[in-house]
């Protein structure tokens, strides 16, 4: 069974909030001045982690603001080459791919770069 397939909203909704606390933690431990450091081990700087997740949450709840405002959602984005009504990409599996999964892969980049920052 593929990763984004939750029995309910309150499962995902689960998923989501447990795999961005341990993202937050993760974050909240690296000290605020050197949050901007790039170091060659890891493609972003923990900002810039940090900045891009949001700019995807943004979109991801304007896709849901819009469906009930009754708009047409294109997603990802209008004339985005990619999926766009593709039925195998439900709303669990947009939603999923821009929050769990990389909540899990940005807390693997942060502690990656908290080991090779601590080197440098």
């Known amino acids: 069974m593929p990763s984004y397939h939750y029995a309910s909203k309150a499962e995902l909704k689960e998923a989501i909030h447990a795999s961005y606390l341990l993202l937050d933690g993760e974050y909240k431990e690296v000290d605020e001045n050197q949050k901007d450091i790039r170091i060659s081990e890891v493609d972003k700087t923990p900002t810039e982690i940090i900045a891009y997740q949001l700019g995807w949450l943004h979109l991801v709840m304007s896709w849901d603001r819009d469906e009930k405002e009754g708009k047409d959602v294109i997603m990802p984005a209008p004339n985005y080459k990619w999926t ?3 039925p195998k990409w439900p ?3 947009w939603i999923h791919i821009n929050s769990v999964a990389p909540f899990k ?3 693997a980049k ?3 770069w908290k080991k090779y920052n601590a080197l440098h």
């Open 110 to 112: 942060i502690r990656k």
């Open 105 to 107: 892969t940005f807390r």
């Open 84 to 86: 766009g009504s593709n």
């Open 91 to 93: 709303m669990a599996r």
